[in-house]
T-cell receptor
Framework: DQQVKQNSPSLSVQEGRISILNCDYTNSMFDYFLWYKKYPAEGPTFLISISSIKDKNEDGRFTVFLNKSAKHLSLHIVPSQPGDSAVYFCAASDTGNTPLVFGKGTRLSVIA | DTEVTQTPKHLVMGMTNKKSLKCEQHMGHRAMYWYKQKAKKPPELMFVYSYEKLSINESVPSRFSPECPNSSLLNLHLHALQPEDSALYLC????????????FGPGTRLTVT
């Protein structure tokens, strides 16, 4: 049973526009969420995180929104750049020290 | 230094070989992880070491044997692997438990022939 779901395997966005990547989770014990970016043949790179006491966290072009009642989070990238083209993984944990649970990833392609 | 290093980058081994993957971090992180990632899939957790002790083993077959010689090093010893074990093996580290961001190494691309 998938506890973290990224239902869009891929997303294509024009350079300069907003990219919105979505993630849903089923485990109500999850209280910490992270986004990772992965280029081919490299390890995932931490991007941004949010804890359940917040509903928004912003870092430069990246903003993560959390809707706890809907068990949904999203990553907004604005403006999108060609270098943002990568696979984005959503991950979640219960801060009772359980390991991260990853979604299957969304491949973002930013077209110049 | 916010880097996790892994060696080798690529490894090809036969099913009767014994080899080891190495991981190193100098961030003072006390938790280290091994993940396995197949193409187009998310990373799958294999092992977690916390303060140099094995704290989680996700039912990994005994042909994979982790070792944490000290707080900066993590090894994965491989023996009698199967072709289906071919994957990208990722090491990660974090300050503490799950609340902390994990920093990943570049991975070792393993091919079992």
């Amino acid at each position: 049973d998938q506890q973290v779901k990224q239902n869009s395997p891929s997303l294509s966005v024009q350079e300069g526009r907003i990219s919105i990547l979505n993630c849903d989770y089923t485990n109500s014990m999850f209280d910490y969420f992270l986004w990772y970016k992965k280029y081919p043949a490299e390890g995932p790179t931490f991007l941004i995180s949010i804890s359940s006491i917040k509903d928004k966290n912003e870092d430069g072009r990246f903003t993560v929104f959390l809707n706890k009642s809907a068990k949904h989070l999203s990553l907004h990238i604005v403006p999108s750049q060609p270098g943002d083209s990568a696979v984005y993984f959503c991950a979640a944990s219960d801060t009772g020290n359980t390991p991260l649970v990853f979604g299957k990833g969304t491949r973002l392609s930013v077209i110049a | 230094d916010t880097e996790v290093t892994q060696t080798p980058k690529h490894l090809v081994m036969g099913m009767t070989n014994k080899k080891s993957l190495k991981c190193e971090q100098h961030m003072g992180h006390r938790a280290m992880y091994w993940y396995k990632q197949k193409a187009k899939k998310p990373p799958e957790l294999m092992f977690v070491y916390s303060y140099e002790k094995l704290s989680i083993n996700e039912s990994v077959p005994s042909r994979f044997s982790p070792e944490c010689p000290n707080s900066s090093l993590l090894n994965l010893h491989l023996h009698a692997l199967q072709p289906e074990d071919s994957a990208l093996y990722l090491c990660a580290s974090s300050q503490g438990g799950a609340i902390h961001e994990q920093y990943f190494g570049p991975g070792t691309r393993l091919t079992v022939t």
